[in-house]
């Protein structure tokens, strides 16, 4: 990577508008202008089939260089947006200055309970460094996504019914405000802010460091349950029944799946449809076996993955790509999902349907995510008994048509719609999508807030809406 700009104290010529002269001298971290190799690597979302055009990238090496990139947008009238993984960019940042915080790597684990990460830590190096330890945080089904832009978002994973959401864990927050000031936020110090950093997404802020409770939990009885196209159907019904039975020590999800014969997909998974039952269990594993009986009893699977394992390994669960793809994705709540629910979604992805979607997913919430915490968040729609997610990948050109093809899907579920969505799955929808993960109640509190820590709008783009 060639930086266009050097570290403060270095001479350097920035090769784009000459008034981020100002901002580089004022960095320790590299600046980048389009057409620079550095530009194209920290411009480019996870999502490669989305587009951004930022007017520049700053790779943040310090909190400090996040205060001082702000204040210059500030100055100079610029739109920010924060990118550490690129999961959820799905704007163009046309003219944007583009906040890259991967080099924010801090990544503390105290032996008490709790762990402070900074705003570029993977989930993944947060399992890498709690391994043996016995704690556990609570991540999402993909570990390569960040601590800081996952938990804002709420952080809902593959053990939300028995833990709740990964914003409820949150102990502090550091962020700097849209007014240029770093804060150390909790629930004591500016309880306003605390509640709408956790579940307002990037609205209020750029998060540089995360305070968060671990949990006591070395050992999970997990995995999934793979059938193939011949029981899927019976394996879907299945599911849509036994669920509802669970205690909130299970959480699953159902996964439709066409996989296509590439590198570290199994062989008996490889370009057959297949219907995944992804499962997490926190108590004993004999008591989760018991749980989880029925559905092993609902076909013969081709794949049985279920099993005691450390919980430094529950990326395994969904064992979702961490490589960069172009992708099409669509999500929504739903207020239940069962038998009729199960038929109308076999008609629209089934075995035989000829669906471009690679993966199309139900995740059932409830249990402890149901439940407000003791300190409130802007976290909505708790009371959702469902999530709908689709994904297709392909060449860009081919995407609109999985697109109009996941609407239909979606359509087609309208029966059991709750009428809303979740800000981690809304990056695709911009701030109709974003609006909609709020209750009017909600977002409304969430637009005050950011009059207020963000005087100049500077954080608009695809957030709260302009105001």
């Known amino acids: 990577m060639e930086p266009i700009g050097e570290p403060t104290g270095h001479p350097a010529v920035f090769d784009g508008p000459p008034a981020f002269d100002d901002l580089r001298r004022a960095v320790d971290g590299a600046l980048f202008a389009p057409g620079q190799p550095g530009y194209t690597e920290l411009s480019t979302p996870w999502n490669l089939a989305v587009r951004t055009s930022p007017a520049a990238v700053l790779e943040a090496a310090t ?12 100055a100079n009238g610029l739109p920010v947006a924060v990118q550490a993984t690129g999961h959820g960019i799905a704007s163009d940042l046309d003219g944007a200055l583009l ?3 991967r080099n924010l790597a801090e990544c503390t684990i105290d032996p008490r309970g709790w762990a ?3 705003a570029g830590v993977t989930w993944k190096t947060v399992l890498s460094a709690c391994a043996g330890t016995g704690l556990a945080g609570l991540c999402g089904s993909a570990p390569g996504v960040s601590v800081a832009g996952y938990t804002s978002g709420g952080g809902i994973g593959p053990m939300a019914r028995t833990f709740g959401a990964a914003s409820d864990q949150v102990r502090a927050f550091d962020v700097v405000t849209g007014d240029g000031r770093l804060r150390h936020v909790t629930a004591e110090t500016e309880p306003d802010l605390f509640w709408g950093l956790r579940g307002g997404k990037s609205s209020l802020g750029i998060i540089t460091a995360t305070e968060f409770n671990l949990l006591p939990l070395p050992t999970i009885y997990a995995g999934a349950l793979f059938f193939g196209e011949d029981s899927a159907a019976r394996a879907t019904f299945a599911w849509s029944s036994w ?3 669970l205690p909130p020590e299970a959480s699953t999800s159902l996964a439709l799946m066409q996989l296509p014969p590439t590198p570290g997909v199994p062989e008996a998974l490889a370009g057959t449809f297949t219907a995944a039952v992804r499962y997490v269990y926190t108590g004993s594993p004999d008591d989760g076996a018991r749980w989880l009986a029925p559905m092993r009893a609902a076909g013969v699977p081709l ?6 394992m450390p919980y430094s390994m529950i990326g395994m669960v969904h064992s979702d790509p961490e490589d960069a793809l172009p992708a099409s994705e669509a999500s929504c709540l739903l207020a239940d999902f069962g038998p009729e629910a199960a038929q109308t979604l076999l008609r629209a992805v089934g075995p035989g349907t000829n669906s471009p979607q690679l993966l199309v997913e139900i995740r059932q919430f409830g249990g402890a995510l149901s439940e407000e915490p003791a300190v409130p968040s802007a976290l909505c729609h708790r009371d959702a008994g469902f999530g709908l997610y689709s994904v297709g990948v392909a060449a860009p050109p081919e995407l609109p048509a999985i697109a109009v093809h996941a609407a239909g899907l979606h359509a087609s579920m309208g029966e059991w719609h709750f009428g809303a969505n979740l800000p981690n799955f809304s990056a695709s929808s911009g701030a109709a999508g974003f609006a909609a993960s709020y209750t009017p109640e909600v977002l409304a509190r969430l637009t005050r807030l950011a009059a207020h820590y963000d005087p100049d709008a500077l954080f608009r783009l695809g957030q709260v809406p302009a105001r």
């Open 99 to 101: 906040i890259h915080t």
């Open 63 to 74: 909190a400090q260089d996040v205060v001082e990139a702000v204040r210059f947008a500030s």
């Open 116 to 118: 402070r990460t900074g």
């Open 243 to 245: 669920c509802h039975t």
């Open 303 to 308: 794949m049985d993955a279920v099993q005691t």
